[in-house]
């Protein structure tokens, strides 16, 4: 069973901080999707990363992949309260009959 | 691009009765869709992959006379709670991949659909 551990569970930030998800497994992935879901909804997708070390910018978000493909990490800058929401990571793997292993989630509040 | 829609997006039903929810891919064909279940506060847990023109391949756990999956043409998939309990009270929310599959298998997920059974 490849599993995904995203950390922290949940962060409360002020408008204007930084701040770093984490997500890390034991397996490798072949590449890595990063979503954002609001309550009621959906989840949006934000990124895939699929090279080792790979580097990816969204505005004020910014992705890495980790070299041996087993680890990833999202930044954002200057976080809005438009950036609360669930931000979930999930990974794809062909031994995992290329279906999304997705991590636990890390709920992002930014307080005006 | 790339839009998933759901249907209905919320619907309350009676124990003991079933429950259709649709899943669409408006813009792209999908050979492969999945369907996720949400609890509260938690992430999304993965119920059965939907291939078109096959049988829907169920993740441990998951009861297939319960939750029924077709996956008629290649912009639709419907999975239909039966016999519906409290118990099944949930977030369900589908996905699409793109037919061809990009190298790094996107998916694309529906809005959702809440459903209440009283």
């Known amino acids: 069973t490849q599993l995904l551990e995203q950390s922290p569970q949940f962060l409360s930030i002020q408008e204007g901080e930084n701040l770093t998800v984490y997500c890390n497994s034991s397996s490798v992935f072949s590449s890595l999707q990063w979503y954002r879901q609001e309550p009621g909804e959906g989840p949006v997708l934000l990124v895939t990363?699929?090279?080792?070390?790979e580097v990816k910018k969204l505005k004020r978000l910014t992705f890495q992949f980790g070299d041996a493909r087993k680890d990833s990490s999202l930044h954002i800058t200057a976080a809005q309260p438009g950036d609360t929401g669930l931000y979930l990571c999930a990974g794809l793997s062909k031994a995992a009959g290329n279906k999304l292993t997705f991590g636990g989630g890390t709920r992002v509040l930014v307080k005006p | 691009g790339a839009v998933v829609s759901q249907h209905p997006s919320r619907v309350i039903c009676k124990s003991g009765t079933s429950v259709k929810i649709e899943c669409r891919s408006l813009d792209f064909q999908a050979t492969t869709m999945f369907w996720y279940r949400q609890f509260p506060k938690q992430s999304l847990m993965l119920m059965a992959t939907s291939n078109e023109g096959s049988k829907a391949t169920y993740e441990q756990g998951v009861e297939k006379d319960k939750f029924l999956i077709n996956h008629a043409s290649l912009t639709l998939s419907t999975l239909t709670v039966t016999s519906a309990h409290p118990e099944d009270s949930s977030f369900y929310i589908c996905?699409?991949?793109?037919?061809?599959?990009?190298?790094?298998?996107?998916?694309?997920f529906g809005p959702g659909t809440r459903l209440t059974v009283t």
């Open positions: 996905s699409a991949r793109l037919a061809g599959g990009t190298p790094s298998y996107e998916q694309y």
């Open positions: 990363v699929v090279t080792g070390g």
